[in-house]
């Protein structure tokens, strides 16, 4: 896959695992519009490449990412005889959308946050499916504190669902900045380690994902939003019952039962 982007660096650390770090380390990785572009594309083309199984994401340098690059976001190509309105609505959607591109990446994303998340970082923390961070890691939605809506690229939807109405409220209503040791005991992450463990941390869990089927990791990850989102116990099981059974008729569910009786590790071939 093309991997040349100015704000982001792009690896693959090890067989079946990409690496995203945004890189702009001496504004804290702060977004920008090209940044925002290059990620949004940098999400499509490992959406498309069957060979990664598991992607990471991260920020170059002390932090993940400190939000809305406020000396300056750029603009919108197209929008620039708009109003201040119209030129803010061009932005605000090409920002918001990063959460749903996050979304339907058939990989798992892993967050590895270093440093602060804040704003529209902490949003990007959010979007991803799992959740590790260093020490060192910061955690802030700032938004309020800006004079803007707590209210923001998805964090309004997501938070709740991840640590609960009432702690979301107080977080967005107060702009708090909350550290490493409250994001674990809250549950915002799955767990904190040392900021020099955090790359190793993501990279097992990563092979942990890795080590079952292509096939039944997306449709956990799709399943698992959708649940989200669905109005009803009822509606969330029947979807549950039709993924299985389309699951459970691929070759790699045949052949993954047949080495679990063997005590054998399945060769999954994404059929």
């Keep these: 896959m093309e991997h040349g982007y100015e704000n982001l660096l792009i690896d693959f650390p090890e067989k079946d695992v990409a690496r995203i770090a945004l890189n702009r380390p001496e504004h ?11 990620l949004h594309e940098a999400l499509d083309a490992i959406d498309r490449d069957h060979s990664v199984r598991v992607l990471i994401l991260t920020g170059a340098g002390r932090g993940f990412c400190a939000g809305l690059d406020l000396t300056g976001f750029g603009q919108i ?11 803010g609505m061009a932005v605000q959607p090409h920002i918001a959308e990063l959460v749903h591109h996050m979304r339907e990446v058939r990989q798992p994303i892993i967050a590895a946050v270093n440093g602060a998340a804040a ?12 959740r590790y961070c260093g020490t060192s890691a910061k955690f802030g939605t700032a938004f309020v504190r800006l004079g803007i809506s707590g209210c923001d690229i998805g964090v309004s939807w997501m938070l709740p669902r991840l640590i609960g109405a009432s702690r979301a409220w107080e977080l967005m209503l107060t702009g708090r ?23 190793d941390k993501c990279l097992s869990v990563a092979r942990e994902i890795s080590r079952n089927s292509p096939f039944g990791v ?4 799709e399943v698992m ?7 009803s116990l009822r509606a969330g099981i029947d979807l549950e019952n039709r993924t299985q059974i389309l699951a459970a008729g691929t070759e790699d569910s045949k052949t993954a039962m047949s080495s679990f009786l063997r005590k054998g590790e399945a060769d999954w071939k994404n059929r």
């Design 28 to 38: 804290l990785n702060a977004m920008t519009y090209g940044l925002v572009t290059d």
């Design 119 to 130: 704003g529209g970082g902490f949003a990007l923390a959010c979007a991803s499916d799992v």
């Design 177 to 199: 900045v909350i550290d490493s040791e409250e994001a674990n005991r809250i549950g915002l992450v799955s767990n904190v380690v040392a900021d020099e463990d955090l790359e």
């Design 218 to 221: 997306w449709m956990t990850k």
């Design 77 to 87: 190509p197209g929008s620039e005889g708009f109003g201040e309105q119209q030129q």
């Design 225 to 231: 939003w959708s649940n989200l989102e669905i109005p």
